[in-house]
């Protein structure tokens, strides 16, 4: 039991980090219709942003991953005004292969600035772990889980509670009808975009303290914020949040009780089960986003 108190504690860390991921991407995709194949580059743009603030220019811890967010934001609103704004309307293939080239420029930027060896973030944190009965957590794993949950909180009040979650949700249900009322479409789809963006390179500049920054790093979070999206429902907010928890419930019980190499494959395993089973998604329903 103890060693199972652990593992789930070690999942709830992960689960949050992995619902902003999921939630980013979602949002993109519930009110642009844009599959974001930049989005495990934004991710890894957070975390070298992180390194950027904090350990080259040397900022205030809390600085660094304030400002690493905002980048990120900005980056995101750049690429969709810069990228897809013109292509608004077009067929999906279309999207799809300007998002593919926009990852690979963005991975390949990183290894021309930063060069192919991995960073390491130093936190401010104490070594020693907090110890809360059978469970151990060091306390940058903790700080780092109540600001994911913070920013999932936040997200989900600016997206039901405000005249811009309203403005949001209108334009996902009729684009159209939204304009007509007054809304300005397009500078809702930048804000989307660099909202999403700022979710990834949140949970990108949160993790590189406790992990390493590489150019790589990107490619798996990718791929696990599509399948949390999957696991979740498409353009379900709520479900990603969800979704994050459970496919990093299934990443430490699998590594834990089976093997350490079946980690990632887990989690992906139950993605196929849920396809099998469930190919809407766990939390689909038929109005989604907010």
């Known amino acids: ?20 991921l999921g ?18 580059e934004l991710y890894a743009f957070g975390a070298y942003m992180m390194y950027f603030f ?16 905002c980048a990120g934001m900005v980056l995101g609103a750049a690429i969709e005004y810069l990228l897809l704004r013109s ?40 070594i020693e772990p907090l110890t809360l009965g059978p469970v151990s957590l060091s306390s940058v794993r ?36 939204a304009a007509l ?12 975009f660099g909202l999403g963006s700022a979710l990834a390179a949140a949970a990108g500049a949160l993790l590189g303290p406790v992990f390493v920054v590489a150019p790589a790093m990107g490619d798996l979070a990718s791929l696990k914020a599509f399948a949390i999206v999957i696991l979740g429902g498409l353009g379900n907010i709520t479900g990603a949040a969800f979704g994050g928890f ?3 419930f299934a990443e430490e019980m699998g590594a834990s009780y089976i093997s350490s190499g079946y980690r990632d494959a887990m989690g992906f395993l139950i ?19 907010g």
């Open 23 to 40: 939630i980013g991407l979602t949002l993109i995709f519930g009110i642009m219709r844009i599959v974001n194949f930049t989005h495990g």
């Open 54 to 69: 904090a350990v080259v220019l040397g900022l205030n811890f809390y600085m660094a991953i304030a400002f690493a967010i």
């Open 1 to 20: 039991m103890d060693q199972f108190l652990q593992h789930l504690a070690n999942a709830l860390i992960m689960g949050g980090t992995y619902a902003l």
């Open 142 to 177: 903790v700080f780092v889980l109540f600001v994911a949950l913070a920013l999932i909180a936040a997200t989900y009040v600016l997206i039901n509670r405000t005249k811009l979650g309203k403005a949001m949700r209108a334009t996902f249900q009729d684009s159209s009808t």
């Open 181 to 192: 009322m007054g809304i300005n479409t397009s500078a809702i789809y930048t804000i989307t």
């Open 246 to 248: 459970i496919l990093a």
């Open 271 to 289: 993605i196929i089960i849920v396809l099998l089973f469930r190919p809407t998604g766990l939390f689909a329903r038929s109005e989604r986003v």
């Open 87 to 126: 292509k608004r309307g077009a067929d999906i293939d279309t999207t799809m292969l300007i998002m593919i080239g926009a990852w690979i420029v963005l991975q390949n930027t990183e290894i021309l600035i930063w060069g192919s060896v991995a960073k390491s973030i130093n936190s401010p944190f104490p």
